[in-house]
């Protein structure tokens, strides 16, 4: 055992070594050398260790980030497989995964790719319509960051998340970017198929992220139950250039416990008045807003699930560091948030945005006793538009 755990660590010091010297300047090429000298195969978890060791140490997330394309490519080709084929159980999240993937690619290569290769004004519409359809991959990258990524930071693996969540949000942008060029009359045709080729590029680089690296990892060390749990969740999301899938029901040697039911006779007792379990969770649910409690240790501890979400929660995130919410781009801005709730320096922090018809309005509170301690933040947020287009008074039943 001693031997296997101290090859473990030495391979970890080779690929952070590894990955270090990237960031320092040297060539992919002079890089894939020196790994293909040291040892043959890698599992995505040791990659993941050495990357975590990276940010540990100090380099920013942004950096790993910059270089994670160049870290995929060096070791393409040395990933061990997955023991377990999880991508031939069809409805399960692995499967899945993949069947949005290929719907990505073969959009990207029968339809985008060829109006590319000859790209003329006629052709704008159709390329148009195609990044429209590409734009559903936001709905397959919100899967992968509610649903997958809490339960690989509840095992500790916090970097590679953080990374992927960057690119992913990288991509976004991109394809805005393109799909904005593709409104404009006068857009530059060759500026044009620049922008769209990075996009597609990008996509591509992230599938095989997805597939050779993303899915060993939880194949790795999620549990039968966890999987259960994202493929449940993921009708809720939705799903990316593909019918939905059949429903999942993983095969047990032992039937589990049924949960038992909750007490309905117990009440909880507010100061001001008492409810069942029930009541107050159809209450919550039925306020025209969404709520979200982060408790005093920064962890995501409840949400209401009313009829319309505008920002998707899953209950995978229930446990998680709530910075690991929010893509990086944003952590900065949550911390200082709950550091300034925490410190008394503000007690409340309001934003305000536009999505499609909806103006949303988000606000953070902090909640404190009677005696002023901080034990936690709530999210509020609510569509304002209808709000404010509020004119005069009403005074009667409507019809």
């Known amino acids: 055992m001693s031997q296997e755990i101290n090859n473990r660590e030495y391979r970890k010091k080779v690929i952070k070594d590894l990955i270090a010297q990237l960031h320092a300047g040297k060539t992919a090429d002079e890089v894939k050398q020196q790994f293909e000298e040291a040892f043959e195969g890698v599992s995505s978890f040791e990659i993941s260790a050495a990357e975590q060791a990276l940010i540990a140490e100090g ?119 393109v799909s904005s060029m593709l409104e404009r009359e006068d857009a530059d045709l060759r500026q044009l198929k620049e922008k769209a080729e990075t996009a597609i590029e990008k996509v591509t680089e992230m599938v095989y992220k997805e597939e050779n690296i993303l899915l060993p990892m939880l194949a790795e060390h999620l549990t039968t139950d966890e999987w259960k749990n994202i493929a449940d969740e993921s009708y809720e999301l939705g799903f990316c250039l593909i019918d939905e899938p059949p429903r999942w029901e993983p095969v047990r040697k032992k039937q589990p416990v049924a949960d038992k039911p909750a007490a309905e006779e117990g009440r909880i007792s507010l100061p001001s008045g008492s409810f069942t379990v029930h009541e107050l969770t159809a209450m919550l649910n039925t306020l025209p807003f969404d709520i979200t409690y982060v408790d005093k240790n920064d962890v995501v ?41 925490k410190s008394g320096s503000k007690d409340h922090e309001d934003f305000w945005i536009k999505k499609g018809d909806y103006y949303i309005y988000i606000r953070y509170f902090a909640v404190r006793d009677e005696k002023s301690e901080y034990l936690g933040t709530v999210e509020v947020t609510q569509d304002i538009a209808p709000i404010q287009k509020l004119a005069g008074e009403k005074r009667l039943v409507s019809d």
């Open 59 to 177: 380099v920013p997330v942004e950096e790993v980030h910059r270089l994670c394309d160049v870290h995929a490519a060096v070791f393409k080709g040395y990933i061990e497989e997955p023991k377990v084929d999880l991508t031939q159980l069809p409805g399960h999240p692995a499967n899945t995964l993949k069947a949005e993937n290929l719907a990505l690619k073969e959009l990207i290569e029968t339809r985008i790719k060829p109006k590319l290769n000859s790209l003329s004004v006629d052709k704008l519409k159709g390329l148009a319509e195609d990044f429209d359809l590409l734009g559903e991959i936001n709905i397959h990258y919100l899967k992968k960051e509610n649903l997958m990524f809490p339960y690989l930071e509840k095992c500790g693996i916090c970097a590679p998340p953080k990374v992927m969540w960057g690119v992913d949000d990288e991509i976004r942008g991109l394809i805005k970017g």
């Open 301 to 341: 501890k409840y949400f209401s699930q009313g009829a319309h979400r505008f920002f998707p929660r899953t209950t995978a995130v229930l446990g998680r560091k709530v910075v690991n919410c929010h893509p990086p781009a944003s952590m900065n801005i949550v911390e200082g948030i709950v550091s300034d709730f």
